[in-house]
């Protein structure tokens, strides 16, 4: 098994750990405000993951603590964003609308390269703006609202992140590199809740359940996998791994609340993930190598 199929494999049991942790999140918040619940689970999840890491925190190299730092204050715009959302959207409407980062990737890596994005990039770009339209836009799940702009702008952040861990995780300690952006998103929560909120602490057993699985799957293991991983994948390979995203959290928040899309909404999924495979695959430069052999 080549290392580019090992690192494939752990995001795909990321994106699985993150397309469950929207519905914990619309969980959580209904008993703890946005800032204070990312404060705890950011929190919990850095002294985790630096207790059975301490080796590497105490031994950190500048590269690795700086751009840390960097990517922490983007992770913390992309929760912030996302969580407030969420409160005032479904948890799959929120995961779609977070998968549309997927499409930004390849967009904002050609802008950086200084190249046009070429055909089917607009094609697929379209086709993911309709799917929106389709979800965001209908009775079924309520139209569009302030949680669906909020959590738009979370995709454009995200995809920035995907494209800036792939650029620095080679150069630095990539556990390290992982630890110090949980713990810069925790720190800034919490300095956020205790400006703006009145930070608590959970009093029912269900809110601390998601917390832990939240802290320790969703946060610690997934972004110290995540920061690995891109050492032997692509961004844009990342990002289409990450199109599944959006499908478990469907899933999961029908199975758990019994949450639906309806048609529209359904037929919106759908375009957004047929935008997402289209560009990432490049499905024309397949057919034609199975044309072309």
């Not at 705890?40 to 190299?61: C, G, H, Q, T």
Request: hydrophobic fraction near 55%.
């Amino acid at each position: 098994m080549t290392k580019q199929l090992k690192a494939d494999i752990a995001l795909l049991l990321v994106t699985v750990g993150w397309g469950a942790s929207f519905i914990l999140t619309k969980n959580s918040l209904s008993e703890l405000q946005s800032y204070n619940f990312l404060a705890l689970r950011f929190i919990f999840a850095f002294f985790i993951s630096a207790v059975i890491y301490y080796k590497k925190i105490i031994s950190i190299d500048k590269f690795t603590l700086k751009h840390g730092i960097l990517l922490g204050l983007l992770l913390f715009a992309t929760y912030a964003f996302q969580t407030v959302g969420i409160n005032y959207t479904t948890a799959s409407k929120s995961a779609f609308i977070t998968g549309f980062s997927v499409i930004l990737v390849p967009i904002f890596s050609a802008i950086i390269a200084r190249k046009l994005p070429n055909l089917l990039t607009v094609i697929s770009v379209a086709l993911a703006f309709s799917g929106l339209a389709l979800i965001t836009l209908n009775q079924d799940v309520g139209g569009l609202n302030i949680g669906d702009i909020y959590t738009g702008v979370c995709a454009v952040f995200f995809a920035i992140y995907i494209i800036l861990v792939g650029k620095f995780t080679v150069k630095a300690e990539s556990i390290a590199f992982a630890i110090v952006q949980i713990g810069v998103v925790g720190f800034l929560s919490l300095i956020v809740s205790l400006a703006i909120e009145t930070p608590t602490v959970p009093v029912s057993l269900p809110v601390w359940i998601n917390l832990a699985i939240l802290s320790l799957v969703c946060t610690s293991g997934a972004y110290i996998v995540q920061n690995v991983a891109q050492k032997y994948t692509s961004a844009t390979h990342t990002a289409l791994i990450y199109t599944c995203e959006p499908v478990f959290a469907a899933i999961f928040a029908y199975l758990a609340v019994g949450e639906v899309l309806g048609v529209k909404g359904s037929m919106g999924a759908v375009l957004i993930v047929v935008g997402m495979l289209l560009i990432e695959l490049d499905i024309p430069k397949l057919l034609y190598k199975k044309t072309h052999p």
